[in-house]
């Protein structure tokens, strides 16, 4: 019976002080809201087999990634697209994300062709070993991701291809899509209801910063607590 009688009046005090908290008079609030209140730290880590549902989804759901070829003299035809394309897996590579030595590194499977005058149409099927690289960009208030290709392996084509294709799809990713804007500061922030206080509080995230793994991607993001 004792102890049932402190748990409702511990019950009783936590709702008091709350009514209290509540009630706190309009110049003790606007005095807090005149200042940002402490810094905190929160994490987020993704690991591999997340990345790697993800790049299934995608396969299941959307259409296959693909890129033009434009430079080295690349045309497009109804009858050949100049283009290189995404695959989930050919006969030799699966598409998969690794973390490998605290960088992200992708094996790609893809397929495509190369349109042009003197050589005429040349399909292709291979890999790719792909480096990405995680950085903050304070004046864009964003996480930015650069992708580099290290290596292409063609399969049933002259290996003098793997030269150029590279350098097309180097170049190509570079006056495209690098850097990619992987997630925002706005986007990592959010707003909280605290009904018992009468009000709500803005995480308002500051800066980030990445670190690599072998366990996965960590972001570190640093937060501030404003009225709001």
């Known amino acids: 019976m004792k102890i049932q009688s402190l ?4 019950v009783i005090a936590i709702v008091f002080c709350a009514n209290c908290f509540a009630q706190e008079s309009n110049a003790t609030r606007e005095r807090r809201a005149a200042t940002s209140g402490p810094s905190a730290e929160a994490t987020i880590t993704v690991n591999e087999k997340f990345l790697n549902a993800f790049l299934t989804a995608m396969f299941d759901n959307l259409n296959e990634p693909s890129m ?3 430079v080295g003299g690349a045309q497009s035809s109804a009858n050949c697209a100049s283009e290189i394309r995404l695959k989930r897996e050919n006969a030799s590579t699966r598409t998969a994300v690794h973390f490998e030595n605290g960088k992200i590194v992708g094996t790609l499977a893809f397929a495509g062709a190369y349109n042009q005058s003197l050589m005429g149409c040349i399909e292709f099927t291979g890999s790719a ?7 903050y960009d304070a004046n864009r208030r964003a996480v930015l991701a650069r992708f580099y290709v290290r290596e292409i392996h063609l399969n049933n084509t002259p290996a003098m291809l793997n030269g150029p294709l590279l350098s097309m799809v180097q170049s190509t990713i570079d ?9 925002t500061l706005d986007k990592l922030s959010t707003r909280l209801e605290i009904q018992p206080a009468g ?3 803005q995480l308002r995230a500051k800066e980030v910063r990445t670190e690599v793994s072998p366990s996965g991607i960590t972001l570190h ?3 501030e607590f404003v009225k709001g």
């Open 175 to 183: 006056r495209r899509y690098n850097p990619v804007e992987v997630v």
């Open 221 to 223: 993001i640093i937060y």
């Open 7 to 10: 748990s409702i009046s511990i």
């Open 199 to 201: 009000g709500a509080l």
């Open 129 to 135: 070993n792909t480096d990405v690289n995680l950085e």
């Open 68 to 70: 033009p070829l434009t």
